[in-house]
């Protein structure tokens, strides 16, 4: 079988994701990344001979069959209506559009297309997700009514190395993200575990900016927001998107009516399953807490990637939809993903008023793309320099100090190139 040749756009989080293609078979083919060091970095990797490009269409021209889209997290959907337009398979990270408008856009280009689309979401995919989705599609727990799902990463607000890795910038999209945006790491799981997808989110922001000697350039005051959303069957998910308290957590609560599972905070690789005494199924306790263990061929594989195994996972699957000339299941396909996006930007609209409930639209509809086909209100700078048209915080007025900018200045200086 000839190897998929893919191309890598966005040479941070790209370089892992690469190295999952090539675990699977793949042959990386190109590179394209703004900054030299990054180029240098993935050729020492891959190989030195890699051409790497600067320009995203010229990337593009060279011969491909897929492109990972690891740039910037705004940005996704206008490079993926190009690489549609030519064919080209698109595994985009997370969120697959930053606007309504591109949404609609990158449907519209998708229903035209023969390409395969996926969102990179590996969180899913992770040992305690299967584990969990597994629980949930034998039945036991009945029908799930209600699910709560975190991805809680707090960081060291004080430590430079941080915002020099991370903020790289002053108008890197961290510095703008809002607190519903980064939504696909905890929404994916519950959509997958459930096959439930949001008609309706609400949302409230906990403003608690950080300290007045942090390094920081962010205009997002906001700690977290907590997301609810009600469903198509007519379940309840509250999540949080990129929250930032003590403690770290990426952890899933499915609450069915005969029982629950839920992944342990701060436990390890630990579930927890239970029931009550009349809908106890045989064999088994009501309240049992154990690590499960990888039942998959490719499992020493799986066990060397990151995010628990998520990451080679979500290319395997992506692969074997190119090869079977398939789309892949929900919540990795187009109109799950625009589903996800629209949750995390009308998410943030309803915290800018007051918690006020949208509608979530369904993308394969017209009327509701007609709703938002020219709807391209955003929080974050464009590449082509226009300014932000949405505040990024619930308190809209909030911008970095003097001092923390001074102190973010002196953070980045001497960064890569
Ligand atoms: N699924 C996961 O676990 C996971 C983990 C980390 C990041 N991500 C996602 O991956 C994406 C990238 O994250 P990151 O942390 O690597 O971001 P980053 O800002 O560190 O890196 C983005 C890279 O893209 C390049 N780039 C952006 N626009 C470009 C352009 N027009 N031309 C050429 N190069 C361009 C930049 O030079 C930069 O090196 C985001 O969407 C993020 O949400 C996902």
Redesign the pocket.
Known sequence: MEKIRVGV??????VYIAREFVHNGAEIVAF????DD?IAAARAEFGENIPAY?D?DRFLEHPMDAVIL????S??APYAVKCLAKNIHVLS??ISNGTMAEGVELVRAFEKSKAVYMM???YPQSLLNTELKRVADGGTLGKIVFAESEYNHPLPELDPGIVRM?MFTPK??RNFLPKTY?IT?SLGPVMYMTGATPKKVSAFAVFDPVAENAPSASYVGDRLANITTQNDDGSVFRVTAFSQFGGHNSTVRLCGTKGQAESLRGQGDKVLVRYNDWDLPENTENNRVYTPEWNDKDAELIKKSE?GGGDFKTVRLFLECIREKKQPPMPFDVYSSTVMSSVAILGHRSVLNGGKVYDIPDFRNEADRALYENDDLTPFWR?DGRAPTVPCCSHPDYKPSEKQLKLYAEAIKDNFK
């Open positions: 756009f966005g040479l941070s989080r790209g394209c990344d703004l900054y990054r600067k995203f690891t740039n910037n997290f940005d996704h990270e997370c990179a979401e590996n991370l890197h999209w980064y790491h995010h590449e």
